[in-house]
């Protein structure tokens, strides 16, 4: 069995909040395998957002053991971890943060030109166009975000987030600006292109109908992370 892309243990996460630390992750484990889609579910403030920090090395667990596509994570420098998040991974935001001044085809050349310094620009051109391609953009290359959708835009994020072909993507309620269709649009190009690439996918989702799509759902509680049992 190959070893899975996201293998955490033991996870705990304590934060100060003026004079008081808050325990906000509890004991989390979490294994995710390549082309497998995981979405968790769970109140405000319940600790999903912070388990993707986690995951992301944006914030450092305070116990644990991750190791993400490979990589303990725990051992990486600030400077080794944006490495690591350039390579590893892809990230899906509610809001789109699409840069406002570049095209469709220029904000995702962007982020792979950062990725990938040593690419020519043509391939780098080509494969943020193939991108947009995949995501059903083709025709919308040179539009700038304020003359595309909300469907539109994410998708862009999409494109953007899948065009260094990263390990895991983690979504952090990709569709909250979207109207319910426009959403589970976004979520079916996501989970099909994540299916057929062996991408792992983790996806915050207050939205029960999307979460049933996924391979997995696992319910946050409070800092602790269980199996959800299905209505
Ligand atoms: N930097 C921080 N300092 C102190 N407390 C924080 C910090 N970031 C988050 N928290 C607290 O951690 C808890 C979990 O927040 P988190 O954003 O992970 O929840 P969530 O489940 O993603 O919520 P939502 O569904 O509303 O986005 C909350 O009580 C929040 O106030």
């Keep these: ?96 943060h699409l840069i406002p001044s570049l095209t469709a085809l220029e904000n995702v050349a962007l982020t792979l030109e950062i990725a990938e310094p040593s690419l020519p620009w043509p391939e780098i051109q080509s494969r943020a166009a193939a991108a ?35 390990k895991l993507l983690l979504a952090d309620e990709p569709t909250g600006n979207l109207d319910q269709e426009t959403g589970a649009h976004v979520i079916e190009l996501m989970f099909g292109i994540a299916r057929e690439r062996g991408t792992a996918i983790l996806l915050i989702t207050h939205d029960p109908s999307l979460a049933k799509k996924a391979d997995r759902q696992l319910r946050m509680n409070e800092g602790h992370l269980s199996e959800r049992v299905p209505a």
């Design 1 to 96: 069995m190959p070893a899975p892309v996201v293998d955490a243990k033991g996870i705990n996460l304590h934060l100060k909040s003026g004079a008081t630390s808050l325990h906000i992750l509890r004991d989390v484990d979490l294994t995710l395998l390549s082309g497998e889609v995981t979405a968790i579910v769970g109140p405000s403030g319940s600790g999903k957002t912070s388990l993707l920090m986690v995951l992301s090395g944006l914030e450092q667990a305070s116990s644990g053991a991750i190791t993400v596509a490979g990589t303990d994570i725990a051992r990486l420098n600030e400077d080794q971890l944006a490495i690591f998040r350039r390579n590893a991974l892809g990230i899906l935001f509610q809001n789109f």
């Design 132 to 166: 947009l391609g995949d995501v059903g953009l083709a025709a919308r290359l040179t539009h700038l975000p304020s003359a595309l959708s909300g469907g539109e835009q994410q998708r862009v994020g999409l494109a953007r987030a899948i065009v260094g072909n990263p």
